[in-house]
């Protein structure tokens, strides 16, 4: 087990009729808050309207700002914080997912920094002081509402440039975890960020770290909980119980302490980034289609390790002379899992042929300049195969 | 699944060798500490003057106060606050175990209140400040280092008084925890340790909530964690990988994490208080003769949770047609678990007979006055007959 520090001073106030108390909970701490948010299905919602109103009741003062994209772009962080100073804003408050918290984090530093924001994403400058960060959560899959992490588009230049940070100091203070809010986040977005979920907890499942039985039994009680919790959330939207159970899954997999005592691998995501941009393909699903083959790709480098996945994590009944067979047993299950989401498990599933594999695994690696991953290191060439067995 | 608040702002700093920082870690934050220590086991292992070198190192000035009882008292409570006052203190350094850390918590809220520490205690006032406290663990067990409670015995009157409080507000800033400090814990502690964090997680696991599937899991963890690593530092003293799970899991069994969305029992702790009170019973003790009886006692109230607990956790092959026989032999594992690292598992194995059993049902319940327990509310007859079992 690897030394650690690990802090997660977010506070959450998680259940049902949670987001209405925003305007108590901000009270005394914030006079006047700039309200972030995406691209107008929370206002559609009525949710930005029921968040407005928390917030005059307790005479908090506001300026919004929406259109935060998918990927949050970098354009919209400075005219956020340009807000910021114009107003006197004291609190950001992020309504939404991981784009609006990422976004809302990117501000967050930028306003209190007198140098360009940009910095802090280049590796220039590390941040030292914050302004606080409140979220009401829509969408549990990307865990920023209690994470370390943004990542921020760069829209600005010719060729857009995709760069993300993680400093504790940038968690934020509050998190309201509200399930009822996602009863209307459709299928589709509800299994790709049931996968994203798995996948944070897989990166740092897949470690060659030994002796860290406790993380790995964490990892394996929230994967277990996500098998169990999205076919039923996908059977009946307005499950409370599987909703929640989602909702909270999703902020322990990606707070850090699925990482304690280890080094993550982190390739899978670096490797569904190209074709993520390339193809406007979701995160999720990107992610759904990567995950299988880096596994067929890699699994031999630590068979056991694949086995305790299968039987842990699957429930695979262990062929004991056959640990090859076990391993790639608990792989196929987690392929047909994804299927029986409705997800795309291979790049065929989703429309995509090979013909840029060799441009994005030359992306992926900045030229062949640098490898992927821990668990196993990959370069450009292995990555061009894991393309080809996700075909 | 209930709604919740979980905050968890203690900075955990874990690995060996790591309370040799805690100057560097403390520098820029504490000008003049409270050293705060017990009865003189880590004066005598070399701790404290590791300590105070670490402290010297970075100018850090520090008066001391050692001599915490294993329940800490009221009186060297305000002893301590004097101290405070008198030289200055702005943060309390705690070395050592649950005791130590409870007593700085008393001394961080008493010395920057006006009025008299044990208002608090006793119910009459809400911490609204503290003094930072900051911890150098060397018993895990009691989980305080990053817990929001305190428990202190007033000394001050004919009959010792012993009141517990819990705000999030009294979470240490910083635990500094390096498994390397208890290679040196005897056998007797550590196991006692050891049965102390199961019970922790027993407490929030035996919950008539439904519908908490992933704390249900995160609990299943934690003690599969300590089953297996418990026995391994039994048999190696300075199995580091196994020290440092007793360790972690010890944190994450008491700061809350497992409570999140329900409600826990927490009788068993409170009927293992008065044998422990008479007869000077290591807490942990106490709860390896307690708990199974308290088990056998209320199973019939939940058979499936207790088949869940029998199958998961112990990993007893369920007999489908008989859940009370699956239920059943999880108890019997339990048992044979607290025999088989060397624990009294009934009264009688402590040398302790029934001849005090109406004195301590009568005492645990107020005189009949009040039941204890969430899962099943006991009476003072309840845990009269629970004491027998134990016997």
């Given at each position: 087990m690897k030394n650690f520090t690990y802090c997660m001073p977010t506070r959450v106030v998680f259940g049902a009729g949670e987001s209405e108390n925003i305007g108590k909970l901000l009270a005394c701490k914030a006079k006047k808050v700039l309200l972030h948010y995406g691209m107008g299905s929370a206002v559609k919602s009525g949710l930005i309207g029921r968040?407005?109103?928390?917030?005059?009741?307790?005479?908090?003062?506001?300026?919004?700002?929406?259109?935060?994209?998918?990927?949050?772009?970098?354009?919209l962080v400075r005219k956020?914080?340009?807000?910021?100073?114009?107003?006197?804003?004291?609190?950001?408050?992020?309504?939404?997912?991981?784009?609006?918290i990422d976004s809302s984090k990117a501000i967050s530093i930028g306003s209190v920094y007198q140098g360009d924001v940009w910095d802090f994403y280049c590796g220039k400058k590390i941040p030292e002081k914050v302004m606080p960060v409140a979220v009401v959560l829509t969408i549990p899959a990307a865990g920023s509402e209690a994470s370390n992490s943004s990542v921020i588009t760069n829209d600005e230049g010719t060729d857009p440039d995709k760069r993300g940070i993680n400093y504790d100091i940038i968690r934020p203070v509050l998190a309201v975890m509200d399930p009822t809010l996602t009863y209307s986040i459709p299928a589709y977005h509800t299994a790709a960020g049931g996968v994203d979920i798995m996948a944070h907890v897989m990166e740092?499942?897949?470690?060659?770290?030994?002796?860290?039985?406790?993380?790995?039994?964490?990892?394996?009680?929230?994967?277990?909980?996500?098998?169990?919790?999205?076919?039923?959330?996908?059977?009946?939207?307005?499950?409370?119980?599987?909703?929640?159970e989602m909702m909270w899954a999703s902020t322990i997999a990606h707070n850090d302490l699925l990482s304690t005592g280890r080094l993550g691998d982190w390739a899978s995501h670096r490797i569904a980034h190209q074709p993520s941009a390339l193809y406007d393909l979701t995160h999720?699903?990107?992610?759904?289609?990567?995950f299988p083959a880096w596994m067929k790709y890699v699994y031999k480098h630590?068979?056991?390790?694949?086995?305790?996945?299968?039987?842990?994590?699957?429930?695979?009944?262990?062929?004991?002379?056959?640990?090859?067979?076990?391993?790639?047993?608990?792989?196929?299950?987690?392929?047909?899992?994804?299927?029986?989401v409705g997800m795309p498990s291979t790049f065929s599933d989703a429309g995509i042929s090979y013909a840029r594999f060799e441009q994005m695994a030359d992306r992926a690696t900045g030229g062949d300049t640098f490898t992927l991953g821990q668990f196993v290191p990959l370069t450009k060439k292995d990555i061009y195969e894991i393309y080809h067995l996700a075909l």
């Open positions: 968040v407005k109103k928390a917030l005059d009741d307790q005479c908090i003062q506001y300026v919004e700002l929406g259109g935060v994209h998918p990927n949050p772009r970098l354009s956020g914080i340009e807000m910021v100073h114009q107003n006197g804003i004291d609190t950001i408050l992020a309504v939404g997912g991981g784009s609006v740092r499942y897949f470690t060659n770290e030994k002796n860290v039985d406790f993380t790995d039994r964490m990892c394996e009680a929230t994967m277990k909980t996500i098998i169990r919790a999205l076919p039923m959330v996908l059977e009946h939207p307005d499950d409370y119980s599987a909703r929640a999720g699903a990107a992610l759904c289609i990567i630590d068979v056991q390790r694949f086995v305790q996945y299968a039987v842990r994590v699957w429930g695979v009944d262990q062929d004991f002379n056959n640990p090859e067979k076990t391993a790639l047993e608990g792989i196929h299950r987690l392929e047909e899992f994804i299927k029986s």
